[in-house]
């Protein structure tokens, strides 16, 4: 079993993540949620004007990865929508 790991350290993340994608695309809608379930620790959801998603997720990948690699800490699945 996994320790489980500080919700306030993970929305820190979080708003880690939403404040870059916001930085790439101002116009992005973000939804993030710190309420991990199993081996997800939290969500970032961004809605994104169509042609902007690969952008944003170039940016965000390698800042959740190496977040992830620093702490073991993840929002897991990033999910880039368009509007």
């Not at 710190?34 to 961004?46: K, R, T």
């Not at 690699?69 to 929002?75: N, V």
């Amino acid at each position: 079993m996994r320790k489980p790991k500080s919700r306030r350290r993970i929305e820190q993340h979080l708003k880690k993540l939403a404040d870059l994608a916001k930085r790439v695309c101002p116009e992005a809608e973000i939804v993030t949620d710190a309420n991990g379930v199993e081996e997800v620790d939290g969500w970032l959801i961004a809605i994104v004007p169509e042609g902007k998603e690969e952008e944003v997720r170039r940016v965000l990948r390698p800042v959740r990865e190496a977040i992830l690699e620093r702490e073991g800490t993840l929002a897991q699945p990033l999910h880039l929508r368009t509007r």
